[in-house]
């Protein structure tokens, strides 16, 4: 059994002060830290599934890694769209990982340590450029990389930013998915099979649950703000002041269970 709290999408700033359409990012992540702190079990890891910080600045990573030192139990990153590899793996504390790409410019690797012996774990990254953005594609040597480290005999997670597969909101699905989504999901659906017990994405600042071709992509929303994800939108809208959120993951030997949390947030904004 393998306890796992899912975060994502804090968008600090480089102080203390920054609004994210009128919500203060920083007080919300600390609040986010203070309920995962405050829950009754110790989770066995934690996955922050991308954008910790709103733009790419060595003081906003340092801000993040100060508010989110409590957690106290291996945090993993993934890549955001607003994220700079370099600048958060040098600020961030991981938990251990090997990586599976050679360099310092893709964050593509398997969790190890005790906490992951139980399963293979897996973070894909899926920036691209930012005049190619805000969707993603996640390179060929990265699917490569994963599928090869798949053994067979474990159940196997990924974890990456951008989620896989349309969720029928009109914008979304035209700007904020990676855009070979369904071929991964395909190649990381043949090669698990039954071993496959999730997906899990940030980037939509949005609660989601959806099963595509039987597997389970997971979700889970922005503490800083949330986005609108109607069928129809031509746009998202941002919603301010909305809840605290984190999702807890636990996975058994024959289940995968997501309890979502969707905290009162006390502070001003
Ligand atoms: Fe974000």
């Keep these: 059994m393998l306890e796992v709290i899912h975060i994502s999408d804090t968008h600090f700033g480089p102080d203390r002060s920054l609004l994210i359409r009128g919500s203060n990012a920083c007080a919300r992540s600390e609040a986010l830290v203070e309920a995962i702190s405050a829950l009754p079990f110790t989770p066995d890891l934690i996955v922050h599934t991308g954008d910790v910080v709103n733009d790419p600045d060595e003081g906003a990573y340092q801000l993040a890694a100060e508010?989110?030192?409590?957690?106290?139990?291996?945090?993993?990153?993934?890549?955001?769209?607003?994220?700079?590899?370099?600048?958060?793996?040098?600020?961030?504390?991981?938990?251990?990982?090997?990586?599976?790409?050679?360099?310092?410019?893709?964050?593509?690797?398997?969790?190890?340590?005790?906490?992951?012996?139980?399963?293979?774990l897996f973070v894909l990254d899926g920036k691209v450029p930012p005049e190619d953005g805000p969707h993603g594609f996640v390179s060929e040597d990265q699917i490569e990389a994963v599928l090869s480290r798949i053994s067979g005999e474990k159940p196997v997670a990924v974890f990456l930013h951008y989620p896989l597969t349309p969720i029928g909101s009109a914008w979304i699905d035209e700007h904020l998915l990676v855009t070979n989504g369904d071929s991964i999901h395909e190649r990381l659906r043949k090669k698990a099979g039954e071993h496959l017990r999730g997906i899990f994405s940030g980037h939509l600042h949005r609660g989601l649950q959806l099963f595509h071709h039987g597997v389970l992509q997971s979700g889970v929303s922005s503490p800083a703000c949330e986005f609108s994800a109607g069928p129809g939108d031509d746009f998202c809208d941002f919603l301010t002041g909305g809840p605290i959120p984190f999702n807890h993951i636990t996975f058994t030997e024959e289940s995968t269970m997501?309890?979502?949390?969707?905290?009162?947030?006390?502070?001003?904004?």
């Excluded at 790409?101 to 399963?119: K, R």
């Excluded at 997501?258 to 904004?269: E, I, Q, R, T, W």
Aim: contains cysteine; negative net charge.
């Design 258 to 269: 997501v309890k979502s949390y969707a905290l009162p947030f006390k502070g001003d904004c």
């Design 67 to 120: 508010v989110l030192a409590p957690l106290g139990v291996p945090v993993y990153y993934a890549t955001g769209n607003h994220d700079d590899v370099g600048m958060m793996t040098s600020a961030m504390k991981f938990g251990p990982y090997e990586s599976l790409i050679p360099g310092d410019e893709v964050l593509c690797y398997q969790m190890g340590g005790a906490a992951a012996d139980s399963m293979e």
